[in-house]
């Protein structure tokens, strides 16, 4: 009878221990948090309101693949490439001036040791045994439109937030033709959304036409968030599709790509507790998802894995004038009060890249 009531002891002890850890990652669902109860989130910026800039019905062109995205640079790449840091108050970001590509992020609020708390967690990294990057740029036929291979200039090496809203971050390029790019991050205080744009000073004799895209390309982590009491969570890929969130996991890249036009919402890579979101606004985009190996094998150990968006109508910018076209991306937290003030600013059923499994 004691042997039995020692293991109904146990048992007992077993499950109100997974009930409280179950009770843990449920109470991260926060009430609705409307505008006027926190600060405002910089808003979507929407294609059509942009100045100086018209639309033609093109297709949209190819994207970069990520096949190079871990290449190892040559001796003049590695002098020419620099890392610039900027410092928030909720984060610190590591942009690689080839390609302007966010390729690691730490979350200050967020350790990833408990007894270092100068050490956030690195939601992406580029590291040898992990890589988990942003990735964005400006594509056409022509190859007068600076992507994520791109060798941008720079002034300085070293931001920080200090006391101020916002910390601009600007990188210059200038194809052979005499167009000017320059491509701003804007990183701004008590948010996790980096606003991207891109500014074309038009001063060759021909209209500028270009497609803008951005994607996350990753390999599958080494860790997928299970512990004592927690199944492993979801780990891949997700986007927005008419009101549902569609899941799109590392297998589902490899047997077929996605290829899909839709209007607006998101698209995403989970992972636990954390996500990346690229919120590209208003307009119809292609959807699509990539699988390489970088080192030419056929070993899915080596993969990354890309899910992003592309504009499908072309911006173009008439000669001796100026436009701008841009995006945002979310990194950070599941925060449900975040990312119900990124829905209250026209961004449809962000919230729902919050997995609560099982």
């Known amino acids: 009878m004691d042997i039995q009531r020692n293991l109904l002891t146990i048992s007992l002890l077993a499950i109100s221990a997974i009930l409280y850890f179950k009770w843990i990652d449920y109470s991260a669902l926060e009430p609705v948090v409307t505008q006027s109860e926190t600060q405002t989130v910089t808003s979507v910026p929407s294609v059509e309101s942009q100045t100086n800039i018209n639309y033609s019905t093109a297709q949209e062109t190819n994207v970069p693949r990520i096949a190079q995205v871990i290449d190892i640079p040559n001796a003049t790449e590695a002098q020419e490439s620099k890392l610039i840091t900027v410092t928030t108050d909720l984060v610190v970001a590591t942009i690689n001036t080839k390609g302007g590509v966010i390729e690691r992020l730490e979350l200050r609020e967020h350790l990833a040791e408990i007894d270092n708390p100068n050490l956030g967690f690195a939601l992406l990294k580029k590291e040898s045994n992990e890589t988990y990057i942003a990735e964005d740029g400006l594509t056409n036929s022509s190859k007068d439109a600076p992507n994520h291979f791109t060798q941008y200039e720079y002034s300085q090496t070293t931001y920080d937030i200090g006391s101020d809203n916002s910390v601009l971050v600007e990188l210059t390029w200038t194809a052979d033709n005499g167009i000017t790019f320059v491509k701003s991050l804007t990183f701004t205080r008590d948010s996790y959304v980096v606003d991207i744009n891109y500014r074309i000073n038009n001063k060759s004799s021909s209209t500028w036409n270009g497609y803008l895209y951005g994607h996350f390309t990753r390999s599958i982590p080494e860790n997928s968030g299970g512990g004592f009491g927690r199944l492993p969570s979801y780990t891949g890929g997700v986007y927005h599709f008419e009101g549902n969130r569609k899941k799109v996991d590392f297998d589902d890249m490899v047997e ?45 150990d080596d993969y990354l894995y890309s899910i992003g968006f592309n504009t499908t109508e072309a911006t173009s910018v008439f000669p001796g004038e100026s436009g701008n076209v841009g995006t945002q991306v979310y990194l950070g937290p599941k925060e449900q009060s975040r990312l119900k003030v990124l829905e209250g600013d026209g961004i449809e059923d962000i919230a729902l890249t919050v997995d609560y499994g099982f």
């Open 256 to 300: 077929e790509d996605l290829n899909l036009n839709i209007e607006g919402g998101w698209v995403a890579m989970l992972q636990h507790y954390f996500v990346g979101a690229w919120i590209p606004g208003k307009g119809t985009y292609k959807y699509y998802t990539d699988v390489v190996d970088p080192h030419g094998q056929k070993n899915s």
